[in-house]
């Protein structure tokens, strides 16, 4: 929404395009949502991640008066880390159990007179 007679000099940018009910024809805003629009809207809070972010004009101005939700409010997921040394952990463990376990394989294989695995 923009008003005119606006007085704080900022926007409040509301990304609602994951809120929304699939239809048929058409999609559908829950009333749950649009009561969520309109807290968000009351409130005006300085940003709710990935949802909602007040900006201030001049920043407006810095991208030539750009009104694109996603240049003010990410919807980008970020990604977990990955701690490499947990992942070494991991591998060691499996790497440990599949010795044990084609040990075990192996003795089986040689009670029936086969070959072992290498």
Known sequence: ML?????????????????????????QI?????????????QRPN???RYARRVRMDEIVKND???????????????????????????VAIEQQLAVAKKRHNAFLDELGLAPLP
Do not use: W
């Open 65 to 91: 008066f750009n009104l694109n939700i996603s240049r003010y409010v990410s919807t980008a997921e970020t990604e977990t880390e990955i701690s490499l040394d947990m992942v070494h952990a991991d591998l």
């Open 3 to 27: 008003k005119k007679c606006k007085q704080p000099d900022d926007v409040l940018f509301i990304n609602a395009a994951e809120h929304f009910e699939k239809g048929k024809r058409q999609n």
């Open 47 to 49: 940003e709710i991640p």
């Open 30 to 42: 829950s009333q749950a949502h649009i009561d969520q629009i309109i807290d968000t809207y009351r």
